[in-house]
């Protein structure tokens, strides 16, 4: 289970490169952060429990504080959803 964490800061820091090359600042710096803390969870040597825990518990707070984004605080303008005013 520890090598899926170095195989998720593999990702995670692709993804932080290529929002830095995008300059995609604070998108960047999240990415590298999260980075750092999968890396350095994977030479922690936890049992498969605990990593398994951790995980669930990350994608819970991932996806509640993408759904309050999505509805409390991105802009809602016809320029974000021309989509949805084109079927309407």
Excluded: C, K
């Excluded at 899926?4 to 990415?31: D, E, K, N, S």
């Excluded at 994608?59 to 989509?83: K, L, N, R």
């Amino acid at each position: 289970m520890d090598r899926m964490y170095r195989v998720l800061g593999f990702w995670t820091i692709v993804i932080a490169l290529m929002a830095f090359w995008a300059q995609l600042w604070p998108m960047a710096l999240i990415f590298f952060g999260l980075t750092a803390f999968f890396v350095a969870l994977s030479y922690m040597n936890l049992t498969e429990r605990v990593y398994l825990n951790i995980f669930f518990g990350f994608m819970f707070v991932s996806f509640v504080g993408f759904t309050y984004y999505t509805f409390f605080v991105m802009p809602v303008g016809p320029q974000e959803h021309a989509f949805l005013q084109m079927i309407m």
